[in-house]
């Protein structure tokens, strides 16, 4: 088990300038970008650690669809189980100092005006899913990139699990994602439904929304 110190990378630093333009530059081509090795191998261990922990603790709990008062549990449409970031342990710090230097630096080429983000850690067990959906209604603005980055250091194509995204209108998939350790996928969130294809195995990720905060809108 790697410790939080031997991560090469100071937190400075973090983003590879490469790694950043090559997802500035397929968002603003493609509007969504895959990066395999985003993370380091030592870096995900860590997280997939953390997130162990955390389920041990209890914090997780069944993830539903909509937010407060229209927030309900679908087990037909997602059956994971999710636990928010709150930057509680160093982990969690060093993954939010790397989330707040990525959306200055998309912020800064695309001029997305991203000022907030929220992070949370999912784990699906063998048999669940989520079924495809958007993650922001069109015109509200209300989260306007996601990302998710997967943890999964042994995954085989039999595990299944991939992340499937479609474009705005058809079915024909435009990317299948193995959820890989390192991997990340990033997309803007009122444009791409996507889905969770059935887990065989104990499937880890984190998934990040960057935001405008509301009383900032334009
Ligand atoms: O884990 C993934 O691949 C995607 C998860 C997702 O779409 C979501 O949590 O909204
Ligand atoms: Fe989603």
């Given at each position: 088990?790697?410790?939080?110190?031997?991560?090469?990378?100071?937190?400075?630093?973090?983003?590879?300038?490469?790694?950043?333009?090559?997802?500035?530059?397929?968002?603003?081509?493609?509007?969504?970008?895959?990066?395999?090795?985003?993370?380091?191998?030592?870096?995900?261990?860590?997280?997939?650690?953390?997130?162990?922990?955390?389920?041990?603790?209890?914090?997780?709990?069944?993830a539903?669809?909509?937010?407060?008062?229209?927030?309900?549990?679908?087990?037909?449409?997602?059956?994971d189980r999710i636990c928010?970031?709150?930057?509680?342990?160093?982990?969690?710090?060093?993954?939010?100092?790397?989330?707040?230097?990525?959306?200055?630096?998309?912020?800064?080429?695309?001029?997305?005006?991203?000022?907030?983000?929220?992070?949370m850690y999912a784990i699906y067990?063998?048999?669940?899913?989520y079924?495809?959906?958007?993650?922001?209604?069109?015109?509200?603005?209300?989260?306007?990139?996601?990302?998710?980055?997967?943890?999964?250091?042994?995954?085989?194509?039999?595990?299944?699990?991939?992340?499937?995204?479609?474009?705005?209108?058809?079915?024909?998939?435009?990317?299948?994602?193995?959820?890989?350790?390192?991997?990340?996928?990033?997309?803007?969130?009122?444009?791409?439904?996507?889905?969770?294809?059935?887990?065989?195995?104990?499937r880890h990720s984190i998934a990040?929304?960057?935001?405008?905060?509301?009383?900032?809108?334009?």
């Open positions: 088990m790697p410790s939080i110190d031997s991560i090469e990378a100071p937190p400075a630093n973090f983003l590879s300038q490469e790694a950043t333009d090559q997802i500035c530059m397929a968002l603003y081509t493609e509007g969504w970008a895959v990066l395999e090795q985003f993370l380091s191998s030592d870096f995900v261990a860590l997280l997939q650690q953390d997130l162990m922990v955390l389920d041990e603790q209890g914090c997780f709990h069944r539903g669809i909509g937010r407060e008062q229209q927030f309900v549990l679908r087990d037909d449409i997602r059956s928010w970031l709150e930057g509680e342990t160093d982990t969690q710090t060093l993954f939010l100092q790397l989330l707040e230097q990525l959306m200055t630096a998309v912020n800064r080429r695309l001029f997305l005006g991203m000022n907030h983000f929220e992070a067990e063998p048999g669940q899913f079924k495809k959906h958007l993650d922001s209604f069109r015109g509200q603005r209300n989260r306007i990139m996601t990302l998710v980055f997967y943890l999964n250091p042994n995954w085989q194509p039999e595990d299944g699990g991939e992340f499937v995204l479609y474009p705005e209108e058809g079915d024909q998939a435009i990317a299948t994602v193995a959820p890989k350790a390192g991997t990340v996928a990033a997309f803007l969130s009122e444009e791409f439904p996507h889905e969770v294809l059935t887990s065989q195995a104990t990040v929304w960057f935001r405008i905060r509301e009383n900032e809108f334009p």
